[in-house]
């Protein structure tokens, strides 16, 4: 599951990129769904954006907001970046997971006999 977290922006700015990411990812397919695939893997329903609420400044106090990409398959992971870094102005960085572990299944419920 890709996960782009935005970081130092305001939350109104924040939810400005939010939008423009998930337009970035919306290409109309033949039977009309809006995907984003890449390498023949579709990423849409997995894509996730976080707002971090914070302050990321340099030592001038000079803002300086930046995308964060986590969890992404390696075999779409340069176009996903290239595709976030050249059409959003704004730093891109990457953090390698050694692993992501998903969340359990919830169990099915037993029926009981009557």
């Not at 890709?2 to 924040?14: K, M, Q, T, V, Y």
Request: net charge neutral.
């Amino acid at each position: 599951m890709p996960n782009i977290e935005i970081h130092g922006l305001c939350r109104s700015e924040a939810q400005k990129i939010l939008r423009q990411i998930f337009d970035l990812f919306k290409i109309s397919n033949p039977v009309g769904k809006a995907s984003f695939v890449i390498k023949d893997c579709d990423i849409t329903s997995d894509l996730v954006v976080t707002i971090a609420e914070d302050d990321c400044e340099d030592a001038a106090a000079i803002p300086q907001p930046f995308l964060r990409v986590l969890s992404t398959p390696e075999q779409y992971l340069d176009e996903l970046l290239k595709v976030l870094n050249r059409r959003l102005w704004i730093d891109v960085e990457l953090v390698e997971l050694k692993r992501f572990i998903p969340k359990p299944k919830e169990p099915e419920k037993k029926k009981k006999p009557l």
